[in-house]
T-cell receptor
Framework: AQKITQTQPGMFVQEKEAVTLDCTYD???????LFWYKQPSSGEMIFLIY??????QNATEGRYSLNFQKARKSANLVISASQLGDSAMYFC?????????????FGAGTRLFVKA | NAGVTQTPKFRVLKTGQSMTLLCAQD?????MYWYRQDPGMGLRLIHY???????AKGEVPDGYNVSRLKKQNFLLGLESAAPSQTSVYFC????????????FGQGTRLTVV
């Protein structure tokens, strides 16, 4: 069975500093995708970044980067130069190809607080 | 530029009542999903569909039914609402494959009293 684990219910970071949000996953699929989404207080889900299981390089999108360690089954999100607008819930998600049945599953989320 | 549209956005039901949540997408996506979001539990998959006329159970399917008669629509039904179904419901859609992100609707806040 597939599973996503986010062990940090809440995180604090000082404005302009970097922060790492942890995500570990479990799957038997040989091919899968990993995603991070942001949910601000307004409630919408915003896609941030994607990492494929066969990608050799870690994904980056602006201030977001994904620290992908396949052997450890971890896909941590790194936010550089935090801004007040980064305060939100962050969800790690995964979609498998074979046994996963193409369904996307999510972790419980991490609430990030950026301090001025 | 509608994307994924959910209706209604808010609803209050009495225990035992039924209702249908409608999700519509205009991006020609094959896959569609229904999730519920509860505090501390993230998004849990209720049902999903990988194509018109097909549906499958997710993590928490009990008490819900779904239908996908048209590719662009995915309906979530509650036959007899219970207070435990008080939640925020999200619909999402995506192209097939493991490398494409899901696009979400704005959510439906449902309260069952």
């Amino acid at each position: 069975a597939q599973k996503i684990t986010q062990t940090q219910p809440g995180m604090f970071v000082q404005e302009k500093e970097a922060v790492t949000l942890d995500c570990t996953y479990d799957t038997s699929d040989p091919s899968y995708g990993l995603f991070w989404y942001k949910q601000p207080s307004s409630g919408e889900m915003i896609f941030l970044i994607y990492q494929g299981s066969y990608d050799q390089q870690n994904a980056t999108e602006g201030r977001y980067s994904l620290n992908f360690q396949k052997a450890r089954k971890s896909a941590n999100l790194v936010i550089s130069a935090s801004q007040l607008g980064d305060s939100a819930m962050y969800f790690c998600a995964m979609r498998g190809v074979n046994t996963g049945g193409f369904k996307t599953i999510f972790g419980a989320g991490t609430r990030l607080f950026v301090k001025a | 530029n509608a994307g994924v549209t959910q209706t209604p956005k808010f609803r209050v039901l009495k225990t035992g009542q039924s209702m249908t949540l409608l999700c519509a997408q205009d991006m020609n996506h094959e896959y569609m999903y229904w999730y519920r979001q509860d505090p501390g539990m993230g998004l849990r998959l209720i049902h999903y569909s990988v194509g018109e006329g097909t549906t499958a159970k997710g993590e928490v399917p009990d008490g819900y039914n779904v239908s996908r008669l048209k590719k662009q629509n995915f309906l979530l039904g509650l036959e007899s609402a219970a207070p435990s179904q008080t939640s925020v419901y999200f619909c999402a859609s995506s192209f097939q494959g493991a490398n494409t992100e899901a696009f979400f609707g704005q959510g439906t806040r449902l309260t069952v009293v």
